[in-house]
């Protein structure tokens, strides 16, 4: 059952959304071709979460700052049955994670105050459901995690990294000066877009008793102070209570250096009055998320995401559904062996909320659990029935969800999804029935300004005859029988997935004039085990000629104009553009962004590890010829194409030294025209949650490369004598 709706209800809803999200729609014969900057004016959802009793959602919304340097967030709110448009919740700037009190009567949700016009660490906030003053409930030092209440909504667990020596300092003048020297002794220390971690302060869980005044949304403080559970040198995270409320259950890996095992993350417990941790779940392998049979007394089942760890290293590894009894003795069994795709998987795309987070929970329903799955490009919500052991979707069509959560009956679920044409609208699904309802279209009103297409979904056969699933984005005003420029635009991960999302980088370069190929070349997840994991010890190889293959099938339909052709990617895709280019000279011009280009260089400088023979068989000390043979600037002597290099400064999944960087220095020595863009306080991920104007600029540099070399023409000149 695809997320569709009757045309009169969905042009009634349409209208509600309208008036939400402010406009009119537009008549065709007046719609334009979108923007680069149009970003600014997108509006996303994130984290949506649907009542106990099912009436009302309360969601994130995420938009563009009055500066165009950042995101400001706050909580709306929308009746499930669609009978008024969405409103604000709260005031924002900076707040998020709201959760529903069991009862429905109160939000408990996460502020970030401002100081000095920039975010405080968040700290938890209550607010009535009827609306009414947002009030703090702490005050703790480096902030806290996202909240969940106690089944009866006597209390509230969360994270927090403050350590004893936080506390004792808080609201004293320290004349005592603090070190900022980091003395690094584990391997992994420092992670993208989070920058140098602090082993000394692990997350550990914390919880805070509620009067019923409080509960009630009464303004009398908590009688209680904060109280920590936890102790140690492991972090912990993942929190949810056991049915009867007298035990929090959380995530860890308790390794003092993981890197040098295969992932292993465990399930635990903590009584509410404090003590020690006891294991209640544990496999050879990460859990992941997970959920406790709901119910009184508790059946001590619980449903997790996950996978064993293989005898042999694999660099993909497909996560499957497993159930497992608490008490830390029974075995968990695995309930989609025969399942060859990925459960709680999902479609890489570049218009995910930026901030706000997304929720793909499991859920318990009546016999059966509903959790994400994705297929051949394509996710869904899937019922998979405990019984049986089938799954049988919820949802279907050509779309992405891109997160959920249900009622306390499972009936009902609030469902956020992305298509080609839609960025995120959020609706109303009935498990039982299937039928839908739109709740909030935020970007509606915009959108319909717009002329924007669909792709085409098309399959060719690779060199060894193998199958491959691509996509090709045209230019609003296509004319068959005309050729075209066209980018070959590559994922990353390797192990991700091009899918049926909206995707603002293709329309916008179709909008341009560009055919976008954008293919799932072997590696990529939602395709099976096997497909995923044939790269090990072999990326790039092959999968290059799954691209190369595209390429040559856009030719032949007579689509691709074989004399102005052009390669783009990002991460594990700007390690296939480094390397497309040094096995060809068909393409006029590349842009390879966040990149690598010298695998030793970047095992040594990552933010993670490689101790584990997943991607390579050994260290580059052990395997010199390993690195050197798969990196591109081995082979940086071949390279003729103009080359355009794309780097965030603060990027550590990706150092710019072992990418762009060393790439740029070997072909600026041959003379081959090449350019490095660098984006100063960007991460690994500029393209999905980096500044806006950055997201424009990067986008519009792109996008110039191509227009100079591929079409003789560009709107920035670049210097390269």
């Known amino acids: 059952m695809t997320l569709a709706l009757p045309r009169a209800r969905a042009l009634a809803l349409l209208a509600l959304a309208l008036a939400a999200g402010g406009g009119r729609p537009t008549r065709a014969a007046d719609r334009r071709f979108i923007s680069d900057t149009d970003v600014f004016r997108f509006v996303w959802v994130a984290d949506p979460r649907i009542s106990p009793d099912g009436t009302q959602v309360a969601f994130v919304r995420v938009t563009v700052d009055a500066k165009k340097e950042g995101y400001d967030t706050a909580i709306w709110m929308v009746p499930a049955d669609g009978s008024a448009p969405a409103r604000a919740f709260t005031a924002g700037p900076h707040d998020s994670a709201p959760r529903w009190s069991p009862d429905g009567r109160t939000i408990a949700f996460l502020r970030a105050a401002l100081k000095e016009g920039k975010p405080e660490p968040p700290q938890l906030h209550l607010i009535p459901a009827r609306g009414g003053e947002a009030r703090a409930l702490t005050d703790l030092p480096r902030g806290v995690g996202a909240p969940a ?8 667990a969360f994270t927090c990294e403050a350590t004893d020596k936080d506390l004792e300092k808080k609201g004293k003048k320290d004349e005592e000066r603090e070190s900022d020297v980091r003395v690094i002794t584990r391997s992994v220390y420092r992670f993208d877009g989070a920058g140098y971690l602090d082993p000394t302060r692990p997350g550990h869980v914390w919880v805070l008793d509620l ?3 409080v509960r009630a949304g009464g303004e009398a403080a908590p009688e209680a102070q904060p109280r920590q559970l936890t102790r140690g040198a492991f972090d912990e995270d993942g929190l949810s209570w056991s049915p009867d409320g007298a035990r929090v259950f959380f995530a860890t890996q308790r390794a003092k250096d993981p890197a040098y095992a295969p992932p292993d993350t465990d399930l635990y417990s903590v009584a509410r009055a404090g003590g020690e941790a006891r294991l209640e779940v544990s496999i050879d392998g990460p859990i992941n998320d997970y959920a406790l049979e709901p119910g009184p007394g508790g059946s001590g089942r619980v449903a997790f995401v996950g996978y064993e760890n293989p005898k042999a290293a694999r660099s993909y ?22 399942y060859d795709s990925d459960v709680d998987g999902a479609i890489i795309g ?9 929720f793909t929970p499991l859920v318990w329903s009546r016999g059966s659990l ?17 019984a049986r052991k089938a799954f049988t979707p919820l949802t279907t069509g050509d779309q992405e969800v891109l997160g959920f959560s249900a009622s306390t009956d499972g009936a009902a679920l609030a469902v956020l999804v992305s298509t080609p044409t839609v960025l995120n609208d959020l609706l109303l699904l009935d498990a039982a029935s299937g039928r839908t309802r739109v709740l909030y ?7 319909s300004e717009l002329t924007l297409t669909e792709p085409e979904e098309i399959e060719y056969a690779s060199f060894d005859g193998k199958r491959i699933q691509a996509w090709i984005q045209k230019p609003p005003n296509y004319a068959p029988g005309q050729r075209y420029p066209v980018i070959l635009n590559i994922h990353g991960g390797p192990h991700a997935a091009y899918g049926w999302l909206f995707m603002h980088e293709f329309q916008w370069m179709a909008a341009k004039g560009y055919v976008v190929l954008y293919p799932n070349p072997r590696g990529s997840t939602t395709y099976g085990q096997e497909f995923g994991n044939v790269i090990q010890y072999h990326y790039p190889g092959d999968d290059y000629r799954d691209l190369m293959a595209g390429v040559d099938e856009l030719v032949k339909r007579g689509i691709a104009d074989p004399d102005h052709l052009g390669v783009t990617g990002g991460s594990g895709g700007g390690v296939l553009t480094n390397w497309t280019i040094t096995q060809t000279d068909r393409f006029k011009a590349a ?16 933010d993670f590890t490689q101790y584990q023979p997943e991607w390579f068989r050994g260290a580059p000390f052990e395997v010199p010829q390993e690195y050197a043979e798969r990196s591109p600037l081995t082979l940086a002597a071949r390279i003729k194409t103009p080359l355009m290099l794309i780097e965030g400064e603060a990027d550590m999944r990706t150092p710019s030294t072992a990418g762009g960087e060393p790439l740029f220095r070997a072909l600026k020595y041959r003379k081959v025209p090449t350019v490095m863009v660098k984006f100063p306080g960007e991460t690994h991920n500029l393209s999905r949650t980096g500044g806006p104007w950055h997201r424009v600029e990067r986008l519009r540099h792109i996008v110039a490369w191509f227009d100079h070399y591929l079409v003789g023409k560009s709107s920035i000149e670049y210097d390269l004598e």
């Not at 209440?149 to 509230?156: F, I, K, N, R, Y």
């Not at 570049?350 to 997304?358: E, I, K, S, T």
């Open 149 to 156: 209440w106690a089944p009866d909504g006597s209390a509230l």
């Open 211 to 213: 009067t019923p005044d």
């Open 317 to 338: 590894d497909q996560e499957d559904l497993f159930v497992g009894r608490t008490g830390g003795k029974d075995a968990a069994a695995n309930l989609t062996t025969a």
């Open 350 to 358: 570049d218009q995910r909320a930026p901030r706000g987070g997304l």
């Open 370 to 386: 509903l959790v994400k799955t994705a297929e051949r490009g394509r996710g869904a919500i899937s019922r998979f029935d405990l």
């Open 441 to 447: 279209r935020p970007n509606a009103a915009l959108f």
């Open 591 to 606: 842009v390879s962004q966040r990149s690598i280009s010298d695998w030793a260089n970047w095992w040594y400088t990552a």
